[in-house]
């Protein structure tokens, strides 16, 4: 079975950090780029992060650059997403994606949603005292 199971959210508080893991099962991640998104309630998604198939290239939200970090470990079949000094604003579902480029494509990722077509459940990610 075809599977993205997020894992990694919970409680923390301002400024706290947590690791969110994006593990494929049924396929192997390596051939493809992946994308952190959230949705906070009552607001559009939110393209957070990117990695291209290859690791090379990354991109954040202007909103998160130099809190948060992804990294793939293809050993694993994983993609994390390492979030630091956590805000309330943070709060949000956070969803990992699989994107859609051919195979020749190894050094491109993007934070649009649209380029996205088989999705993770989500995983909640709360900032609060």
């Known amino acids: 079975q075809l599977q993205l199971v997020e894992s990694g959210g919970g409680l923390v508080e301002p400024g706290g950090s947590l690791r969110l893991s994006c593990a494929a099962s049924?396929?192997?991640?390596?051939?493809?780029?992946i994308g952190w998104f959230r949705q906070a309630p009552g607001k559009e998604r939110e393209g957070v992060s990117c990695i291209s198939r290859d690791g090379g290239t990354t991109d954040y939200a202007d909103s998160v650059k130099g809190r948060f970090t992804i990294s793939r470990d293809n050993a694993k079949n994983t993609v994390y997403l390492q979030m630091n000094s956590l805000k309330p604003e943070d709060i949000a579902v956070y969803y990992c994606?699989?994107?859609?480029?051919?195979?020749?494509?190894?050094?491109?990722?993007?934070?649009?949603?649209?380029?996205?077509?088989?999705w993770g459940q989500g995983t909640q990610v709360t900032v609060s005292l």
């Open positions: 049924g396929f192997r991640l390596d051939y493809y780029a």
């Open positions: 994606a699989r994107a859609t480029y051919p195979p020749s494509i190894r050094s491109m990722c993007s934070r649009r949603g649209n380029e996205y077509t088989f």
